[in-house]
């Protein structure tokens, strides 16, 4: 089943619309969905022309597409356990929240917090990510707990911040406080960063490009050859307890 | 030139905080305190008016020397002139890079706008009686 | 008539102990306040009645329209932001809160724009406190880091650190050390025992470097780290772990820097770190006198500090995502209430341009930056001038504010509580 | 004026001696009544278990340190948040909810009185102003002594009756309630970051002993009269061996009032561990209990642990800064000049870990083998022990044995050699029930005069109808029910009005707070002595005139007049 979601035209186009029912499953039992502009609900239908082709049994084979200006639209895919969605332009913040299983991909660019506490599942972003794509939540302790999400372009500031499980790949550069406090999983930027992996405690960080304002608290073991690379290898953060790995193809101090 | 713009609190500017209408708050968060070597790199003395670009515009104030900053870093109290250029991200924390701006500073003859002026400027209406 | 024990509503530190002559209900002289507190005692030039904005031209209207014309403006939005609220008493933060709840709106206060990250941080990995008696009768080491007080809370140094005697302190002067940690060599430096220069962006290099050497692990860290050499942290670190009690009092200068409340979760961890060797606190200097108030009230209503989102119904927090200058940045809201603070002259221009684009009605006192983007502002008294109420003091105590004048304004609570009234009846 | 007919209700009111008889109950202007016109309103309560609304004689739910519980975890608040929705406010927060939720909570479980545990007196305006934020709940203060430098320097010097005094003037200047001693003296001691291990260590330079400080506020507290006595947190909370620590502390303890306990212990189960580390740590509640038998003038509290995730809070800060060790999670701290601190860590119970599995044993030993229920009260120590909304889950534990014995499966099995509780066949009724959940409460505080806790003519009309009928659930094995019914009352009734109904709160509601105001001689007015005034003018940091709590604070004042003895 193929459904197609084409956001319309908004009078009031900058309050942002929290749509949380976007999940694939929802749409087996039909599209009578709502979605939030601000304080008013609002009927699937009135914020976009809604299509479906064929019909589907479970999840799995439901695939949402996304058209349209959507880059303020909140919250799609949040729970998402199975199924696809395909956003043709940018997605707005929490797009793959809690998400456990299934597949998203993002052509254009998406705002923060995309992937916040992914269990499980894919997300694919052909463009850049804001600030703390692959996070916690406030307060929390653990980020991404599991499954992949892959960045083609740049990546904002508190990347993987918390990271706990999965794996994240920037191919572009990443913004400040990449992997900041990172106990699990894995983070690589195949550009540059600023301060990775600050106050790690375990996990595995990647930087192909060059940390700058590299922290002064990791011990340099050597070098080591990874996927073709020649990277400098540093054990955890010393202030914290020492443990995990950040390996860098170069680095700077402020000193 | 380019410089390192902080903001922050001064005494003066809190004390005329109350008052924004006043030429006195005016004068305190309009002012650009500089090192005296960079003052005279660009040829400034004191009093003299500047024009500080940043990453959202520009605008014009009075350079006043400090023994506080160190070069290539200005200092400007909190205030409408900082925020004239101050970028509005925050970089999804809720508070904005008061404290790391990179400014382009060159000298004017322009004078210091009024607050008001500034307001004016960005859609808003004056209020005096 | 001379009122004693008077409360100072300017800064954090929330003095109580100001006197004040008032001759024909006129302030005429403070004692005991600092400068900034003095000037606020003394203010004149209040807005006389509402003003409504009509074309290019104000307008005076009665109370009764105004707060009827912000009652149906709140209603009518679809995201309305109630900002502001440390310049006020608790009892009017109570009322914003339920109208926040009523209408489905965002409400935030400064503390977005000033301690919001070390309250990020804080929710990571707690604060280790105390009230600031703790540390005037016993702190032999007091450290500022990224706080300037001689200008931001000029008493701080005299009641509380540097010049305040103490129980546990034979000579308070000689027998408390002071540190200063900054990117300038303020005034505050200048009366310090020991002075930190950081690098701009490095305090959170020095801080880890600190929790690194307090371990012992010294050998890793580079000869200087962000402008300090290494020597100067070994001594610093050693400074702090034989010291008896130490406290540290951080300021914007963590929380605006890069890093945010990076920052100050590093410098959490030092202090937690230290006082498994001896005893030690961080706080911060809170800025206005309530905005700890503030922070206090809607924790207790809504279970959040600030940046509450009420677009649901229930209370959403995110940082970043709910708070005053990312809505504004980002044109997200379509109505604006705006209550003991000035965001125009504190927020970014872009901020502005949206608060001319949407309708504003603002409670202050005084005609400020905010009143040229008002379609309405409402006048009312000032609390601790005119009006009673709680506010928190920077470390959690709170006080009640005394009134020194009578006037005829309304408070906060007085005309938020007519506003509510009118909200509830229409919904 | 409104009258309320209470229809076949079936009573369970202890401090009358009613149990399960099916009555009416009249009510006129919020006090129970002899009778009513024809005009009441009328509510059936259809033979419901009917009582007393609860009283939680020691919750933690107001002021400063459970505001900072909430304010360092929103990742806790979005736990449990609910939507403004008609009288009820919105709601946030599981482990520490909001006040509002706070209250609701409790008034859907049929409470109506509370005491909160600790208040600073530096920060008592803090706890006043939550307070009026819980509106379907009647509220009272503990406030906190334990580190009192005007009274370590009154026990120094010999003086009780100035302690006396100085607790008089303090109780009235904050509108406090009680008398409570936190880890007595180890609060005073951690502002140095050190602690006192048990009743005999002095306090650093104050050089009195935590022993001392017991003993002599508590002589204090008598000669006062207060309505209710010393609330005592033990020293040595949640060590292993801490149990001869409370022994020791239960054995200063002399009997000397006889309305009521002369001391009252709370959370006993963290102060009932024996073994010498966590290793062999066991259950020493059989010794404790024991002791508690043979002492009338020592009530106790249980402090229940319940398995999952919650927030600890004390004024005990050297204990909080332990735990923080042991679990390297966040940690906040909060040291009050001149007076105590606090410590809050979030902390996560679980099946799985022995230490914590026998805790949870011990608290249900020491309701079930102290023979007498109102000696020992049902609690959790709320938020600490687990959030209050477990307490139908542990009324069910003490009525079933089955039950205890099912989820005894589900610990872990070495918790079988540490602790009695296999062993206990002993199982609750609804009449003890009713003691530890409201009239014991009232008596342990003294607030039964006050109209709390009974239903006789003349006492505020607090009812709490559950939708249980006593005659048909056997509780032994239909646990289910019991844990059913008490979390939900058919009504609950405030002050003489119908506050919550089966879940929902259908009124704003305005609490009224209970101080106490000791009457002294001249000479003994602290307020008047030049050595008091002059020490607090020069180590507090708030002046002495902006000290007192303003009447303002209160939403309705129940000022309680006594007559002391100095």
């Known amino acids: ?222 070098t080591v050859q990874h996927e073709g690379r020649t990277l400098i290898q540093f054990t955890g953060d010393l202030a914290n307890r020492g443990k995990g790995n950040l390996f860098v193809k170069d680095y700077e101090y402020l000193d | 030139m380019k410089f390192l713009m902080i903001t922050g609190r001064t005494v003066n500017q809190g004390v005329t905080v109350e008052n924004k209408t006043s030429p006195e708050y005016a004068a305190e968060t309009s002012t650009c305190f500089m090192h005296e070597f960079d003052m005279m790199e660009l040829g400034l003395d004191d009093g003299d008016t500047v024009r500080v670009t940043g990453p959202c515009g520009d605008v014009v104030m009075r350079v006043s020397a400090s023994v506080e900053v160190e070069m290539g870093t200005v200092f400007v109290p909190y205030g409408p002139y900082a925020n004239h250029i101050v970028a509005a991200g925050t970089r999804s924390t809720g508070m904005p890079d008061f404290k790391s701006h990179m400014v382009e500073i060159e000298p004017t003859d322009e004078a210091p706008k009024l607050v008001h002026e500034l307001m004016e400027d960005l859609g808003g209406l004056a209020y005096d009686s | 008539m001379i009122v004693k024990d008077a409360v100072c509503p300017f800064c954090g530190c929330l003095c109580d102990d100001i006197e004040v002559e008032v001759e024909g209900n006129r302030v005429v002289a403070v004692t005991n306040a600092c400068e900034l507190g003095m000037t606020k005692f003394m203010g004149e030039k209040r807005m006389k009645n509402p003003i409504l904005r009509d074309g290019n031209r104000w307008k005076d209207i009665t109370y009764d329209e105004a707060i009827r014309y912000a009652a149906d403006m709140l209603l009518s939005a679809e995201r309305p932001l109630l900002y502001g609220w440390s310049g006020t008493h608790g009892e009017a933060q109570c009322v914003g809160v339920h109208m926040a709840e009523l209408i489905h709106g965002v409400i935030d206060n400064t503390s977005s724009v000033c301690h919001g990250p070390s309250i990020l941080a804080i929710q990571e990995v707690g604060h280790p406190g105390c009230t600031l008696g703790v540390v005037k009768n016993r702190a032999d080491l007091v450290i500022y880091w990224g706080s300037n007080p001689i200008d931001a809370h000029p008493r701080h140094l005299s009641r509380y650190t540097r010049y305040a005697e103490g129980f546990f302190l034979e000579n308070a002067f000689r027998d408390r050390k002071v540190i200063v940690v900054d990117v300038r060599k303020t005034e505050t430096a200048n009366i310090a025992d020991e002075f930190i220069q950081i690098k701009p962006g490095g305090d959170y290099a020095v801080l880890s470097a600190l929790r690194a050497i307090v371990q012992g692990k010294v050998d890793t860290i580079p000869r200087t780290v962000a402008g300090v050499t290494r020597a100067q942290l070994v001594r610093v670190a050693n400074l702090c772990k034989s010291a008896k009690f130490g406290a540290v009092y951080f300021g914007l200068g963590l929380t605006m820097t890069q890093g945010k409340y990076k920052n100050i979760r590093n410098a959490i961890e030092l202090i937690s770190e230290l006082n498994r060797h001896t005893k030690f606190t961080i706080s911060a200097m809170r800025g206005h006198y309530n905005v700890y108030g503030s922070n206090e009230v809607n924790t207790w209503m809504t279970g959040y500090p600030f940046g509450i989102d009420f677009s649901r119904g229930i209370a959403f927090y995110n940082p970043g995502e709910t708070t005053a200058v990312d809505i504004l940045a980002r044109k997200e809201c379509d109505a604006a209430l705006i209550v003991g603070s000035d965001p125009a002259a504190h927020f970014p221009r872009r901020c502005l341009e949206h608060l001319a684009d949407i309708p504003v009605v603002q409670l202050d006192p005084y005609p400020n930056a905010t009143t040229a983007f008002c379609n309405v502002q409402i006048p009312v008294a000032v609390t601790g001038i005119d009006a009673e109420g709680t506010a928190y003091r920077m470390d959690g105590v709170p006080i009640r504010t005394r009134r020194v004048l009578s006037t005829d304004y309304l408070s906060d609570e007085e005309v938020l509580s007519r506003m509510y009234a009118l909200m509830q009846e229409a919904s | ?467 249980l009928r006593i005659d048909e659930v056997d509780p032994a094995a239909e646990y289910q029910k019991v844990i059913d019914g008490f979390s939900q009352t058919e009504y609950t009734i405030k002050r003489g009005r119908v506050v919550a109904r089966r879940g929902e709160c259908l009124v704003h509601g305005s609490n009224a707070t209970f101080w106490v105001r000791p009457k002294v001689p001249e000479n003994y007015d602290m307020g008047k002595d030049p050595d008091f005034i002059e020490k607090f003018d020069r180590y507090y940091t708030v002046r002495m005139r902006n000290y007192p709590v303003q009447d303002e604070y209160l939403t309705r004042s129940r000022c309680i007049e006594t007559e002391a003895d100095l």
């Open chain 4, 1 to 467: 004026m409104t009258e309320l007919l209470v229809k076949n209700a079936c009573v369970i009111d202890p401090l009358r001696g009613i149990n399960g008889e099916v009555m009416d109950i009249a009510i006129r202007n919020g006090k129970i009544v002899e009778e009513v016109s024809d005009a009441a309103e009328v509510v059936d309560a259809r033979g419901m278990l009917t009582m007393p609304g609860g009283i939680d004689s020691h919750t933690h739910i107001c002021g400063t340190k459970v505001n900072f519980g909430r304010y360092m975890s929103p990742e806790d608040m979005r736990a449990g948040r609910t939507p403004r929705q008609g009288a009820m406010h919105a709601t946030s927060g599981y482990s520490v909810p909001t006040t509002y939720g706070n209250s609701y909570r409790y008034s859907v479980m049929g409470y109506t009185t509370l005491l909160e545990g600790a208040m600073a007196p530096l920060e008592a305006r803090h706890t006043h102003e939550e307070f009026s934020y819980t509106p379907l709940q009647d509220t009272m203060a503990n406030t906190l002594f334990d580190g009192n430098w005007g009274i370590l320097e009154a026990i120094r010097d010999g003086d009780t009756k100035r302690v006396a005094a100085i607790i008089a003037w303090t109780l009235s200047a904050v509108k406090g309630f009680g008398v409570k001693l936190t880890n007595p003296g180890g609060t005073e001691a951690w502002q140095w970051g050190k602690n006192v291990t048990c009743i005999r260590d002095p306090v650093p330079y104050f050089e009195v002993t935590p022993a001392e400080i017991i003993r002599s506020v508590v002589e204090a507290n008598e000669l006062l009269h207060l309505p209710h006595s010393v609330h005592l947190h033990c020293n040595n909370l949640g060590t292993p061996g801490n149990y001869t620590c409370t022994l020791g502390s239960f054995g200063l303890i002399p009997d000397l009032n006889k309305k009521r306990q002369t001391l009252y212990a709370t959370h006993v189960q963290f102060h009932a561990y024996g073994g010498s580390g966590w290793k062999d740590f066991c259950s020493k509640s059989e010794p404790i209990a024991n002791y508690v038998n043979m002492r009338p003038q020592i009530v106790i509290d249980m402090g229940q642990v319940m398995f999952g995730r919650t927030t600890t809070m004390t004024a005990d800060g050297p204990m909080e800064f332990n735990l923080y060790r042991l679990h390297h999670d966040k940690w906040s701290n909060h040291d009050v000049e001149l007076e105590t601190g606090s410590g809050i860590i979030p902390v996560i119970y679980r099946r799985k870990n022995l230490v914590n599995s026998i805790m949870w044993a011990i608290g249900l030993e020491l309701a079930l083998l102290t023979k007498s229920p109102w000696q020992c009260l049902l609690t959790t120590d709320n938020p600490n022990g687990a959030p209050f909304v477990k307490y139908p889950e542990i009324i069910a534990l003490l009525m079933s044995k089955r039950y205890r014995d099912a989820e005894f499966a589900t610990v872990h099995p070495d918790t079988e050699s540490r602790v009695p509780l296999p062993a206990i066949e002993r199982e609750l009724d609804w009449h003890e029930i009713a003691v530890m959940t409201r009239a014991g409460g009232a008596r342990a505080l003294g607030i039964q005069d006050l109209g709390k806790g009974h239903l006789a003519p003349g006492a505020d009309a607090d009812v709490a109808i559950y939708p």
């Open chain 1, 1 to 222: 089943m193929k459904v197609t979601l084409a956001m319309k035209p908004m009078t009031k186009g900058f309050i942002p619309i929290e749509a949380e029912s976007i999940v694939p499953k929802n749409f087996l039992s039909g599209t009578d969905l709502s979605v939030w502009r601000g304080n008013r609900e609002l009927r699937l239908d009135e914020a976009f022309s809604v299509s479906v082709e064929g019909s589907a049994d479970r999840a799995e084979d439901v695939e949402v597409v996304l058209s349209g200006d959507t880059c303020r639209l909140k919250r799609v895919g949040e729970y998402m356990d199975a199924g696809r969605i395909t956003v043709l332009g940018g997605i707005g913040m929490h797009c793959g929240n809690f998400m456990s299983g299934g597949t998203i991909e993002v052509h254009g660019n998406a705002d923060g917090w995309l992937g916040r506490e992914m269990a499980g599942g894919t997300i694919v972003c052909r463009g850049d990510v804001a600030d703390y794509c692959a996070s916690g939540y406030r307060g929390g302790r653990k980020g991404m707990k599991g499954g992949t999400v892959e960045v083609f372009g740049r990546a904002g500031d508190f990347l993987a911040e918390s990271l706990a499980g999965g794996t994240v790949v920037v191919h572009g550069d990443a913004g400040d406080m990449a992997g900041a406090e990172i106990h699990s999983g894995t983070l690589v930027v195949h550009g540059n960063c600023s301060r990775p992996a600050a106050n790690m405690k375990g996990g595995s960080c990647y930087v192909y490009g060059t940390a700058r304002g590299m922290i002064p608290t990791f011990r340099k073991v050597g």
